[in-house]
């Protein structure tokens, strides 16, 4: 059973920057994907960002040149830059590993709790 733990979220004005991490207790099997997915209230899940078995990466049309997803497999730790934060940013955000590799949540295995991303405007 895998855990996933994100650490990283805040507050932020507008036009500021955070860094999101994603602790899993386990070596990631390499036929899963990792991804970053976000909720804000009243709306659906999302995708955010996506790295696919093969080294590549997806990202949602409205947080491309803004957000970059990486990983260390050595920490067993993905991570979330985000850059020029919008207003619509504001979410609370989940890692999710799972052979979907795509922006459907239901593809993915596991979760982690979330951590919470508000940007002021």
């Known amino acids: 059973q895998v855990q996933l733990v994100e650490s990283g979220g805040g507050s932020v004005q507008a036009g500021g920057s955070l860094r999101l991490s994603c602790a899993a207790s386990a070596v990631i099997p390499t036929t899963y994907c990792m991804a970053w997915f976000r909720q804000a209230p009243g709306k659906e899940r999302e995708g955010v960002a996506v790295?696919?078995?093969?080294?590549?990466?997806a990202y949602r049309e409205s947080v491309k040149g803004r957000f970059t997803i990486s990983k260390d497999n050595a920490k067993n730790t993905l991570y979330l830059q985000m850059e020029s934060l919008k207003f619509e940013d504001t979410a609370m955000y989940y890692c999710?590993?799972?052979?979907?590799?795509?922006?459907?949540?239901?593809?993915?295995?596991?979760w982690g709790q979330g951590t919470q991303v508000s940007v002021s405007s």
């Open positions: 999710a590993a799972g052979i979907g590799c795509n922006f459907t949540p239901m593809n993915y295995n596991y």
């Open positions: 790295f696919d078995r093969f080294g590549g990466t």
